[in-house]
T-cell receptor, first 111, second 111 residues
């Protein structure tokens, strides 16, 4: 079993749709969690950190469920520009920078 | 967040040769990380570059193949040695400051 597993893609949704991605992790000692966005042929960029209390940034909402060991990303009112690959990142030891990246979920938003 | 300048952005190299990738950060950071991203896959950590000590390599990666330098807190290099076509990949450097910031990547093709 992989340390970090993401929903298999691709997700193809129309503009304006709401879409959610899940990511499960196997190490219960994981300390911090992030969602990254990677556009085609570009480097990953931080989308948002995921906090225990959940956090929201505009149309994006991230949730953490430690008991079930998963994090989620909800995108509301999808835009064409949201089309990208979304990577789940789980950090085992923040100080050592030991992180594991999920394989990514590809989202395509269509007009 | 930090700004990273990575170069070269791409290169095509002959098998058996070596390529050195450079990353310059606009601020001092304790740890820098080197990742590899195979086509269609997520990121795999190669090693952690520490200033003043040898790099720490992940399982499957060795210093002879991927020597790393870290002469100061703002700069690091990764060399891909004795290249083969299997080394064709994207190589990314990264620093951890409130989430990872990545260089723009080096797209390496070995022929």
């Amino acid at each position: 079993r992989k340390e970090v597993e993401q929903d298999p893609g691709p997700f193809n949704v129309p503009e304006g749709a709401t879409v959610a991605f899940n990511c499960t992790y196997s190490n219960s000692a994981s300390q911090s969690f992030f969602w990254y966005r990677q556009d085609c042929r570009k480097e990953p960029k931080l989308l948002m950190s995921v906090y225990s209390s959940g956090n929201e940034d505009g149309r994006f909402t991230a949730q953490l469920n430690r008991a079930s060991q998963y994090i989620s990303l909800l995108i509301r009112d999808s835009k064409l520009s949201d089309s990208a690959t979304y990577l789940c990142v789980v950090n085992i030891n923040t100080n050592a920078g030991k992180s594991t990246f999920g394989d990514g979920t590809t989202l395509t938003v269509k007009p | 967040s930090a700004v990273i300048s990575q170069k070269p952005s791409r290169d095509i190299c002959q098998r058996g040769t070596s390529l050195t990738i450079q990353c310059q950060v606009d601020s001092q950071v304790t740890m820098m990380f080197w990742y590899r991203q195979q086509p269609g896959q997520s990121l795999t950590l190669i090693a952690t570059a520490n200033q003043g000590s040898e790099a720490t390599y992940e399982s499957g990666f060795v210093i002879d193949k991927f020597p790393i330098s870290r002469p100061n807190l703002t700069f690091s290099t990764l060399t891909v040695s004795n290249m083969s076509p299997e080394d064709s990949s994207i190589y990314l450097c990264s620093v951890l400051t409130k989430g990872y910031t990545f260089g723009s990547g080096t797209r390496l093709t070995v022929v």
